[in-house]
Structures are given as structure tokens and as C-alpha cells.
């Protein structure tokens, strides 16, 4: 063989896996698949839950279309990839629905949805037709890390500003209907931001995080 | 006055460029050029320089919004107390409630001012202190301080900062303010617990007239009262004599549009005038004069609606944003039972489709000059 052969986790390919997370982060750079963004992050679990799916979903789909990336016509390449997507999905879907029941049935039609997270397709169309499947994994796990990172920062803020709770723990004290009965920050007369629970403010979390990136990361900024 | 010159200049050396404290030179400049007229001079361009600069502006508005923040501490406490009260009691009691306010606005806007200010390395803009006025003016006395903090940082860092500080807001940074708090923590916003300082403690119950209204109550205030203000409400809202001597005042010097003013009355009268012909149910029959007395029409129409930056530039824009948001403010009120108040998200409705208005009044503008040319060319 005269071509070398690339160690499998060499700086390029390194590359393949961090850059998403921030240099080129599918939600606060791209701006794609933010529908899913505003709807599921209200509680933290769902977001979590959601983020390993799409990590799933976006990782073997790009290595199934990268194996096929030979052999699919051209012209019906964006059928194939439905087809391999929706399989994947369902596949998904299944598994939450025997595992998980609860948690499904919160994200509802949002597990199905994936199917039209642009972010999957982008990354079939963009990288898994023109590289090697072991790039395509790693371009996967990363774009659907870098999405299911910023799903849960947002989650995160959410359910804690929101409704006080992580994970359904209420770190921050327990709200009673008097002041006396509250424990915590709700004796002080801490209330919760009804705001937060409402999608504009997701939206807005969006805004701040692409303002906190682009103030700290100066390559993002254009002139 | 000599004092305060020659400390400031005593200081001066240490923020020039270079020196130890260089970094905070746009705090130490905010400070001298708010006591003093700063004292550059033109260096290219127009050598014409008015008196009026955006910090005179914003004095004037100041000054404008006194007599019905005066009015508003008084009627705080005339709201708890009622009647049978000297004029010093209640004006001190409605002072306990009110200026912890005012403080809170003020010192968490203007500490995140000077903060931006010194990070991105720009003057500070004299711009929150009308914002930081108007903010508690808006809010009900019963919105414990640090709801009232939390909004404040909000309005500011993304009603302001984000869009690049004083001048540069799309929205109008109070009413942003105002609208956080009334999704955020909805309970203290609205209701009729929280018009009236210590309402729970206390047991008085007031609600405002278009709550009344909203919960298809009887009204028990006279005409004269809404006039002179002697009703429950956000603190500045209540008085529309006070209002029109502010008004009088900022007209005078041209610092509010008068074409935004009487077009946001027309469109309110319009509005008003349709549902009093129509009738269909008691908020309809609600006398479309009265309108223009109870809740934040008057308040907001006089010193939010007219916000030079966040309003149409042309003239006539002025008069289509102006009535837009007196026909949707009474719109809201009437239609959407959960929004007993209209004028809030009115104007900022409007705030964020002014550039629009714009932009098809000047694209009609070159179009009519563009064919008054063609004429001019084939004659």
C-alpha cells in the first residue's frame, strides 16, 4: 500500500468530533434544528433523552449512507437517506416506547420529527456521501453531541429557572402554598420564571448562547 | 459647582490613555460629562453643534415624568389608607414604597451600563436614565424588588446591550422590562391583589378599572376620579392630568412627536368607537372616551409610544405607527379576556414593525418622485 494509513484518532479526525461542539456547532453556528430546541428543553430529561437519540440517529446513519455512498444513484440519493433516517428513527421510537415509556410519551411527536432535523440530513448530504464510514461515525457523534450539548445547557437553565427542579429534584427548596411551609430559596419568597417555560424564552437562551460563544471564540465573529 | 469641577479634574490624569486606569475612562467620563457639558470640540465634518444633545433630551424627559411620579407616590398611599389622612402621611408612605424602587432601577441598570460601557469601551449613554425611571412607573407597588431587579437586568442586557446599547433597541427597553415581569412571574403582575401596596397584609382589594372591566364587574369610579387619577394601577399610569402636563412639556420642546400622540388617540377613538356601534357584550359598550383615561393608554402613548428611537423615523410612518397602536391597545383590551391591558404589547407590537412602516413609506416616496422625473423628462 503506498498511501499511509491514518492513525483512527489522528488530529484530523479529532477535528471531525470537536468541531461541532463548538467551532462549528450545528444549533448557535448553523442555526439548524432549532424547532426541536425550543419545543423539548423544558425539563431536563427529555432534552437528555432527546440528545442520545439524535447522537444515535445522526452517527449510524451517517455510516450506513457513507458504506452506500458507492453504490446509491445520484438523482434518488435523498430517498435513500429518508429511507435509512426513518428507519433509524422508528428504531429510536420503538426502544423509548418499550424502555421508556414516560419519557416518550413527553416527547412525542418529537422523537418522529428527527426524521426532519435538518442537522441529519445536512450531515448525510454534506459529509457521509463523500467519506469513509469511520469518519462519517465521527463527524456523527459529534454533530449530534454538539446539538445534544446545547439541548441540555438550554434544558438545564429551563427546568431550573423554570420550574425550580433538576431532573425532576427540587434542588432549589420546596415550594408549599404558604411562605412558611417553603423550604429553600421559596421561604425567602423566591419565585419561579413562568417566563422560562414558555418557547420564546428558549429561543432567547439561543440568543444568549451564541452571544456568550461569539464573544469568547473571535473566528465566528464576521467582519 | 467649582468644587465638583476641580475634583473631577484632579482625577482626570489617572483615566487618560495610558494611565493606570485607562480601562475605566467611559465610567469616569459618564460621571463628568452627566455634571458637566463636555467640552470637545468638532474636529471634521459640520462645525454646527446644538445645545441639545441626547443627555439634555433625556432631562427633559426627566423632567417631563415628575409631576406624575409625584403624583404616583401620593396616590400610593392614598390607595392603602383612603381617606382621612394628611397629605404628608400619605406622600411618606407611598416615598417608603416607591423610591426602594427607583433605587433598585436605577442602581442595577446604571451598574450594568457603566459594566458594558467599560467592557466594549464606549461612553456610557444617558439613555437608562429615562428607561430607569419609566421602569418602576410601569410596575405595581407590589412587585417585591427583586422581580423588579431581575427585569431590569433583562431589559437592559437584551432589550438593550445585545442590540448594541442606547439608540440601537428595537424594542422599547421599559416595556421589555414590563413584559418579562408579566410573563415571568405572572401572579405579582396582574390580579387585584398587587395595585394596592400591602394588599395582602392588609386586606384591601383594588383592582384596576379594566380588570373590573375584564371580569365584567360594575365600575365604582367616577369619570373625574380616572381623570385625576385616584385609582388603582401601576404607579404612573393613574394620573392623565399629570400625563398631559408632561406631555405639554415634551411637546414644547419638541422632544415627543405630536403626530404619534394625536394619531395613537385617533386610532384608539376608532378602535373605540367600533366597539360602542357593535355592542355585543359589556366590554364593548365601555365608553370609547373612557379609554383613552383608564390603564396605561395615556402613560404609554405620551412617553413609551414616542421613544425616538424605537418609533417610525418619517413622518408619515409616525402617523400609521401612532394609530396602529391606539386601534390594537384597545383591541387587546377588549378581545383577549387574560390581557385586561392592551397598550403594552400594542406598542411594542408596533416597536418591531416601525422599521417596516419605514421602509414602505420611503420606497412610496422614490416611487412618486421617480414618475414626477419620467414627467418631467418626456415634457
Known sequence: MAEEKEALFSKQNRKLLSDPLNDNNPISVQVLGICSALAITVQLKPAIVMAIAVVFVTTFSNLIISLLRNLIPGRIRIIVQLMVVAALVILVDQILKAYAYDVSKELSVFVGLIITNCIIMGRLEAFALANKPWKSILDGIGNGAGYGAILIVIAFFRELLGSGKLLGFEVLGHKAKTLAESTGLYAMGYENNGFMLLSPMALITVGIIIWVQRSRNRKLIEA | ?379
Do not use: C
Open chain 2, 1 to 379: 459647582m467649582n468644587f465638583l469641577r476641580k475634583t473631577l479634574d484632579k482625577y482626570k490624569p489617572l483615566f487618560e490613555k495610558g494611565a493606570k486606569y485607562e480601562k475605566f475612562a467611559p465610567a469616569f467620563n459618564g460621571i463628568d460629562t452627566l455634571m458637566f457639558v463636555p467640552n470637545h470640540t468638532t474636529h471634521k465634518g459640520a462645525h454646527i453643534r446644538d445645545a441639545v444633545d441626547l443627555k439634555r433630551i433625556m432631562i427633559t424627559v426627566v423632567l417631563a415624568l415628575v409631576p406624575t411620579m409625584l403624583f404616583g407616590v401620593w396616590n400610593i398611599g392614598y390607595q392603602n389608607m383612603g381617606e382621612g389622612h394628611t397629605f404628608m402621611e400619605l406622600f411618606g408612605y407611598g416615598a417608603i414604597r416607591f423610591f426602594p424602587m427607583l433605587a433598585v432601577s436605577y442602581g442595577v441598570g446604571l451598574g450594568l451600563e457603566f459594566l458594558f460601557a467599560i467592557l466594549r469601551g464606549h461612553e456610557v449613554n444617558e439613555g437608562y436614565l429615562v428607561t430607569g425611571m419609566l421602569i418602576p412607573l410601569i410596575m405595581p407597588i407590589d412587585l417585591p424588588l427583586w422581580m423588579l431587579a431581575v427585569a431590569v437586568v433583562f431589559a437592559v442586557v437584551i432589550g438593550k446591550e445585545a442590540f448594541g446599547g442606547t439608540g440601537m433597541n428595537i424594542l422599547n427597553p421599559a416595556l421589555v422590562a414590563r413584559a418579562f415581569a408579566f410573563f415571568a412571574y405572572a401572579p405579582n403582575m396582574s390580579g387585584d391583589k398587587v395595585w394596592v401596596a400591602d394588599s395582602a397584609i392588609d386586606g384591601v382589594s383594588g383592582e384596576t378599572v379594566l380588570g373590573t372591566l375584564a371580569a365584567n364587574n360594575p365600575i365604582n369610579s367616577s369619570v373625574f376620579d380616572m381623570f385625576m387619577g385616584y385609582i388603582p394601577g401601576s404607579v404612573g399610569e393613574t394620573s392623565v392630568l399629570m400625563i398631559l402636563i408632561g406631555l405639554a412639556l415634551l411637546l414644547f420642546t419638541g422632544v415627543a412627536n405630536w403626530r404619534i400622540v394625536l394619531s395613537s388617540v385617533m386610532g384608539a377613538a376608532v378602535m373605540g368607537l367600533i366597539f360602542n356601534a357593535l355592542a355585543l357584550n359589556s366590554l364593548m359598550t365601555f365608553p370609547w372616551w373612557q379609554h383613552l383615561l383608564v390603564g396605561g393608554f395615556a402613560f404609554g402613548m405620551v412617553f413609551m409610544a414616542t421613544d425616538p428611537v424605537s418609533a417610525s423615523q418619517t413622518n408619515k410612518g409616525k402617523w400609521i405607527y401612532g394609530f396602529l397602536i391606539g386601534f390594537l391597545a384597545i383591541m387587546i383590551r377588549v378581545f383577549n379576556g387574560a390581557y385586561p391591558e392592551g397598550v403594552m404589547m400594542a406598542i411594542l407590537l408596533m416597536n418591531v414593525f416601525a422599521p417596516t412602516i419605514d421602509h414602505y413609506v420611503i420606497a412610496a416616496n422614490i416611487k412618486r418622485r421617480k414618475k414626477r422625473l419620467e414627467k418631467i423628462k418626456i415634457a
